[in-house]
């Protein structure tokens, strides 16, 4: 049966290169019906950060993926934090030192000793890498090395073999930057005689101008929190994500958890660097938002009208909302849209102006104002106003249109029409007709 692990360092907050780790992780399981656990390899003592641990099992759970063992849930190969298995790894430590395969060293002059792995003379270490194929590595290039430093705790090339053999992990999937550390982990699979995992080693991720993603690279938002605070919906980014080292065997690329979890081969994950496209992040996650009914577009924005201080009416909420769905890449964009189309100054831009100058708008203009003013403003009668006012000045087409846009938005293109009028209300518009009809009668530009 598979068994795979995320073995994540409760360092800091969850980043895309760990979140593709899990995910790809979580998909391998899936795919061949085997189990996914989570570890925390806490034993870097100082870089713990306080809430880490759960910052990363939070956001994987938002992103859509279950485990079958970790900390929280627990397992029959338990505990699942390193710090928690001292003893075992103590245990094991000793049984090296007892072989002769490694050695004590004292500090100064101090009673604790660190253990460090003695490393063969002359071999080669050869492992097939699920992406990369055969990688070979000579015992040379590897310093006797520690396994357990003189506070007792281990070191992580010595404690992950321990973990993966106990947990009966069968294959490890993880980022490009542990390729040189498979041959210590070799080492101590050989020493104690266990069967070694099969290794996948991912490839790199990197940004526009093809280097490696830094956490400090200011351009590319890169926590999974910060994507979810700026209204990325999980499946998308899961989607995307997965996407970054992996190719589907079919020519389509949105495709759903389950989807992803049918098709996920480890065949096709990719030796080349994958490029982070910010681009297709916001195609796919477009292409999300656009899937949803327009109740649930609503509720998914309604947290970023709130926190900007948006308040309305229900049915002016979802008439807007609805209307402005098509163009929302994600979902704090509905604030700015707001701003831009309900909340800035009522100005004609100067291409605005050419056109009503370019013919005889002032009659339908006035008309649109008395038919407006008499209708009771619901959609319906808003759109049979400007129909009527239409017919009574004789403007059709985009003579018809355009006009009424300019004289109530401002603009020359925007969203819907009357749904436009409508959002605004009766008072800004009639006043907004009235400025322009002051511009077209010359009285001021
Ligand atoms: N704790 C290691 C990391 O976060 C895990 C590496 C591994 O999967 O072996 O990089």
Redesign the pocket.
Same mark, same amino acid.
């Given at each position: 049966m598979v068994r795979v &692990? %995320?073995?994540?360092?409760p360092t800091g907050l969850l980043h895309i290169g @760990?979140a593709r780790?899990a995910i790809f992780n979580y998909l391998f399981a899936r795919h061949h019906g085997g189990k996914f656990i989570i570890r925390i /390899?806490d034993t870097d003592v100082e870089r713990n950060v306080e809430g880490g641990e759960k910052s990363q099992l939070d956001n994987l759970s938002w992103l859509g993926i279950d485990w079958d063992e970790s900390p929280d849930k627990g397992g029959p190969y338990g505990p699942y934090r390193q710090l928690e298995r001292l003893d075992l790894y103590k245990k094991y430590a000793d049984m090296l030192l007892e072989k002769g395969l490694a050695y004590k060293e004292y500090r100064d002059d101090s009673e604790n000793y660190g253990i460090r792995f003695k490393v063969p003379k002359k071999k080669t270490y050869e492992f097939d890498d699920l992406v990369r194929g055969k990688l070979t590595f000579q015992s040379e290039e590897v310093e006797d090395w520690i396994i357990v430093k003189d506070n007792g705790i281990p070191t %992580?090339n010595f404690a !992950?073999v321990i973990d993966d053999h106990f947990m009966k992990i069968t294959h !490890?999937l &993880?980022?490009e /930057?542990?390729i040189t @550390?498979t041959p210590k982990q070799i080492m101590v699979y050989e020493a104690f005689g266990w069967d070694v995992p099969l290794f996948g080693h991912m490839t790199l991720i990197v940004n526009e101008e093809k280097k490696k993603l830094s956490k400090r690279d200011k351009n590319i938002v890169q926590f999974i929190s910060q994507y979810k605070d700026l209204g990325y919906l999980p499946e998308a980014l899961l989607n995307f994500i997965t996407l970054l080292g992996w190719s589907p065997p079919i020519n389509e690329e949105i495709l759903s958890k389950e989807e992803l979890i049918k098709l996920f081969d480890s065949n096709r994950l990719t030796k080349a660097p994958s490029m982070f496209d910010k681009d297709k992040l916001t195609f796919i996650n477009h292409t999300y938002i656009k899937k949803m009914s327009e109740e649930e577009f609503l509720e998914f924005v309604r947290p970023f009208l709130e926190n900007a201080g948006i308040k309305k009416e229900e049915d002016w909420l979802l008439k807007f909302s609805s209307m402005l769905q098509d163009r929302c890449s994600y979902g704090a964009q509905i604030v700015d849209l707001y701003n831009e189309f309900f909340k800035k100054e009522f100005k004609l831009t100067e291409e605005a102006l050419d056109f009503l100058k370019q013919d005889e708008f002032t009659l339908l203009i006035e008309t649109l104002k008395k038919n407006l003013s008499k209708s009771d403003f619901s959609l319906e009668k808003i759109s049979e106003a400007i129909k009527k006012s239409g017919q009574e000045a004789e403007k059709k087409g985009k003579n018809l249109y355009m006009p009424v846009r300019i004289a109530t938005t401002g603009l020359l293109h925007g969203p819907e029409l009357a749904k436009m009028i409508y959002l605004l209300g009766k008072e800004t518009v009639i006043k907004r007709i009235d400025k322009i009809l002051e511009i077209l009668e010359g009285k001021k530009i």
């Open positions: &692990r %995320y073995a994540p360092s @760990n780790t /390899e %992580y !992950v !490890v &993880r980022g /930057e542990h @550390n």
